[in-house]
């Protein structure tokens, strides 16, 4: 399981010209599911970013969580963060796990993330095409990878 994470004073998703998600300071989690993802990593990478310490304390220094900071979270599904380039121009996306398990790891995810930060967690659409848009705090943009632990 893949994110990347954007640190954001605001974000949206519209879907077809109309805006379907919204919040303001906190988190964009776009997130690639692989074939091989489970629960555990869904455990473990929600784990990983209540606790991220990338918000500025008092002294401007990233030393306060999304937790600390009441901060808001928008999770977009992003199968192409599995786009393999090695070979050819054109990205393989065989890693990417197919919608039958994707879309139930996906809400298990977003669930999680929703019980851990005890608010509603918006989020895009999986599958449709979205225009997501954000204004990039800091900018703060973070590469986290489940296989990897990194």
Do not use: C
């Not at 605001?10 to 303001?24: F, L, P, Q």
């Not at 930060?117 to 997501?132: D, I, N, Q, S």
């Amino acid at each position: 399981m893949r994110v990347l994470l954007q640190r954001v004073s605001d974000a949206s998703v519209t879907i077809g010209g109309i805006e379907k998600s919204r919040i303001g300071s906190g988190m964009l989690l776009l997130l690639g599911i692989e074939q091989e993802d489970n629960e555990d990593d869904i455990d473990w990478l929600v784990r990983k970013l209540i606790t991220l310490r990338i918000f500025e304390d008092d002294e401007g220094k990233m030393n306060r969580s999304i937790m600390d900071t009441d901060g808001e979270a928008l999770v977009v599904s992003q199968f192409t963060l599995h786009a393999r380039v090695k070979k050819g121009t054109r990205p393989s996306f065989e890693r990417a796990a197919r919608p039958e398990v994707a879309i139930p790891l996906y809400g298990k995810f977003v669930a999680t993330l929703e019980s851990e930060l005890g608010k509603t967690v918006p989020t895009g659409e999986f599958g449709a095409m979205m225009e997501v848009s954000l204004t990039n705090d800091g900018p703060v943009t973070i590469w986290i990878d489940s296989r990897n632990r990194e």
